[in-house]
T-cell receptor, first 112, second 115 residues
């Protein structure tokens, strides 16, 4: 089956940089995505890595190493509004088709 | 462009009843996926539909079913509700259903409480 591991909670101060790691086990790997979810809200797409390396989108960057089955989300210049849960998700070929499997989420708390 | 809409937003049912949830994807999106979110299990994949065909199914019992209509709108049904079915049910749409379907746009969800 598929499994993803990420830290349950991370705390950082405003203006700092934080890295949220994700390790996965899956077969037929297609790519690693990251989603943000605020309390009471819906998940919103942040980034996707299909190939090894770093993808940068504004203050957010995401990295993938397929050989290590590892990725991370890097958030720079943290703002209070970044306090949310962050999920890594793997799209993989499994069974009769492909599906998106989510990690259990990392709750990020940004403090003053 | 309007986002993904889900109805109803909140629902209270009792054990043994059945429930139907509705999802309207973003205009032009042909792929719809459903997820169940609970504090204990996180986000779990239910089904994926594309052009009225179920392309993939998660590890849920047969009480959970779904369908997609020709206008891409989708419904999911849960029969013989159990207390453990209490959850936030999220629908997500995407322009296409292939290996590069990395961007899913989520609706606000339907929060179901089973008493």
């Amino acid at each position: 089956g598929q499994s993803l591991e990420q830290p349950s909670e991370v705390t950082a101060v405003e203006g700092a940089i934080v890295q949220i790691n994700c390790t996965y086990q899956t077969s037929g790997f297609y790519g690693l995505s990251w989603y943000q979810q605020h309390d009471g809200g819906a998940p919103t797409f942040l980034s996707y890595n299909a190939l090894d390396g770093l993808e940068e989108t504004g203050r957010f960057s995401s990295f993938l190493s397929r050989s290590d089955s590892y990725g991370y989300l890097l958030l720079q210049e943290l703002q209070m509004k970044d306090s949310a849960s962050y999920f890594c998700a793997v799209r993989s070929l499994t069974g009769g088709g492909n599906k998106l499997t989510f990690g259990t989420g990392t709750q990020l708390k940004v403090e003053l | 462009k309007a986002g993904v809409t889900q109805t109803p937003r909140y629902l209270i049912k009792t054990r043994g009843q059945q429930v139907t949830l509705s999802c309207s994807p973003i205009s032009g999106h042909r792929s719809v996926s459903w997820y169940q979110q609970t504090p204990g299990q996180g986000l779990q994949f239910l089904f994926e539909y594309f052009s009225e065909t179920q392309r993939n199914k998660g590890n849920f019992p047969g009480r959970f079913s779904g369908r997609q209509f020709s206008n891409s709108r989708s419904e999911m049904n849960v029969s013989t509700l159990e207390l453990g079915d209490s959850a936030l049910y999220l629908c997500a749409s995407s322009p296409r259903a292939d290996r590069n379907q990395e961007t899913q746009y989520f609706g606000p969800g339907t929060r179901l409480l089973v008493l």
